[in-house]
């Protein structure tokens, strides 16, 4: 294990969890790495090194009934009050354009008593009426945040129905071009959003993701994005991840606090090196699963299949080395024993990662008509969910599916499902279980 402080931030870790014994002739190996960054999420001086835009959907759909506009403005609000001061911030009305609502003018103010003030005053002015076109209402954000001299740059997105105004092409265009420019969280007012969508700017901008079925829920959430927000003080780190010659790396997720896909993120970074991207870093822990395909080697031989360091690259800016570091082996061993034990944190992240898997096919199939494709994955996803003990998970599922015997996966879909739960339970679908160390 490396440490690494950062002068008046967050001291970083590097944790490396794996079974490096191989089977003569074995190719693969798998490791849980543990980054953890502590002492941080409390701010020394002023916030000038946060910029946050708030995108509020302002669109027809928001009317109704009309208590959630009213939701919207008044969360919108709260998250206001919640900003530190010196953090620079903005607000955009998004509809099928985007329309800059404070301060105007192409800029961002900057958090104290009166612009706060200022703030929620133009937000009382806050209407609905139009289309809905996410991709715009990113765009101008991206703008906006790219004008502040800051390190942490932000959004955050409330939308309440499909993007029905813009195709899904030009807002996969639209994610790649702010993709390491920003990150985002992105929320579901209601249930007439389309979760695939929520969860695609999400995911792209390296933020979270989940549903506020109840309208009136959405000042507490608000307020929590922003207060975790405020505690972000390292942006832009990535995972460097180095192999030896004639080594492959099979993938790169992200499997705790929820299962993200890296793997095809990759930047190359120099000579066998690539870095992953993991966003901004507050006072907290994640667990990424490495798995990397090494040449074979006779029994007793041993190598470095990777090192895992983390580094800080922002784009125009000087890659500040992080510091923490660490080792992932591989032994060839004819202990059977050994070569055939599967690391506990491995394993309990693997069945994570198909946990999730199997609630989206699962619900896919339901959605599609296959009763019994859906009957399969969703009991299998109830089977891995007790195993893993992901509770959280066991219950959204348990408000879709009758179940039967959770150890063997037998359930039946219920006949009826509320909209709020299914949409909950697709949402959420990524979030994991941290395994006990």
Known sequence: MANFAKPGGPQFSVDVYQNEFLPEGGREVNAIVTVTAKGGGTPAGPGASAAVVLMVDCSGSMD?????????????????????????????????????????????????????????????????????????????????????????????????GRNEHESAAELKETLDACAGRFTCDARGVGTDWEVKEVTGVASALLGTADIVADPARLTEDFTRIMESTMGKEVADVALRVWTPVGTRIKFVKQVAPTVEELTDRRTEAGPRAGD??????????????????????????????????????????????????????????????????????????????????????????????????????????????????????????????DVVDAPTGTVRLKAKVAEADEMTLETRSTKTVRVKK
Not at 138 to 159: E, F, K, N, Q
Not at 309 to 318: I, N, Y
């Open 64 to 160: 109704y009934p009309p208590t959630k506009m009213r939701n919207a403005r008044d969360a919108t609000a709260a998250a206001v009050d919640t900003l530190r001061d010196g953090v620079h911030f903005g607000i955009v009305d998004g509809t099928h354009v985007a329309r800059e609502v404070y301060p105007g003018g192409g800029r961002l103010a900057v958090a104290g008593p009166t612009t706060r003030a200022q703030a929620k005053q133009a937000l009382r002015r806050l209407s609905a009426g139009g289309g809905t076109a996410i991709g715009t209402w990113l765009r101008l954000a991206d703008r906006l945040l790219a004008g502040a001299d800051v390190s942490i740059r932000h959004g955050i997105l409330l939308t309440d």
């Open 276 to 401: 992953y991207p993991t966003g901004s870093w507050g006072d907290e822990s994640r667990d990424y699963h490495l798995c990397v395909e090494v040449p074979a080697a006779g029994l007793g031989q041993e190598m470095l299949a990777a090192r895992v360091s983390l580094v800080a690259a922002q784009p125009d800016r000087e890659v500040q080395n992080l510091g923490a570091q660490g080792l992932v082996r591989a032994v060839w061993t004819d202990d059977m024993a050994a070569s055939t034990s599967l690391n506990s944190q491995v394993a309990h992240y693997t069945g994570q990662a198909e946990l999730a898997q199997a609630i989206q096919e699962g619900l896919d199939l339901r959605k599609a008509g296959d009763m019994d494709g859906a009957t399969a994955k969703l009991g299998r996803a109830v089977q891995l969910a007790g195993v893993s003990g992901n509770a959280d998970t066991a219950k959204l599922l348990a408000k879709v599916v």
